[in-house]
């Protein structure tokens, strides 16, 4: 069967595709609709150096990644659970939050997800906190044009991160479609001993046909 016979037997049995591509798109805007929402906060804080000297600026810009690690462990999920009185175990606090640095920036991008926005908005906002206290203990042992500050961005906002239920219908769609079609191409492989024209016949027997009756 090459290509065009294909496209001619997709349009003949067209409601095929669009039936099993509606139900794929249903049911999962239906799975999406059932599961429970997942938000994300996000929060950003820059590391600023006391001066611009170059070799000031590249140490900190270096030691972002040390930061994030010393900072990013469970004992500190542990007291950010603490400071915001919360009932969830550290181990989930620490896997729920993700941390990484912006080297051109000079940033670190602080990201909680919580099955409450407002929950995780002040996750990410105690981690935070953690990281400013952490650079104040630290620049006091410091000569003032050797320190390195901490500066919190604005207040982190959260947004629904999962079911992305749009994104999930839209794929459940494209899928049943394909899906349609291997189910067109199947019943049509099933049938292919099946003469329906004198192409057929002539792609079987290897021979012309002269004619037909009646006329195709």
Known sequence: MNLQEFLDIAKRRWWIVVLVALIAAATAFAFSRLQTPVYKSSMKLTIQPARTDFGLTQSAKTLLSS?????????????????????YLPGYIFGQSRMADDAATFGIQIEVRDYDGETANSIAREWAKLFVEFRNNDNAKQRREDRVDAIMGDDPRYSQDSPRTGVNTAAGLVLGG????????????????FIR??????RKLNLPVVGAIPAE
């Open 67 to 87: 930061y994030i690690s010393i900072i990013h462990t469970e004992r500190n999920a542990a007291e950010v659970g603490k400071r915001l009185s919360l009932d």
């Open 178 to 193: 394909l899906a349609g079609l291997l189910v067109v191409a199947l019943l049509e492989w099933r049938q292919a001993s």
């Open 197 to 202: 024209s004198a192409s057929d016949v002539e």
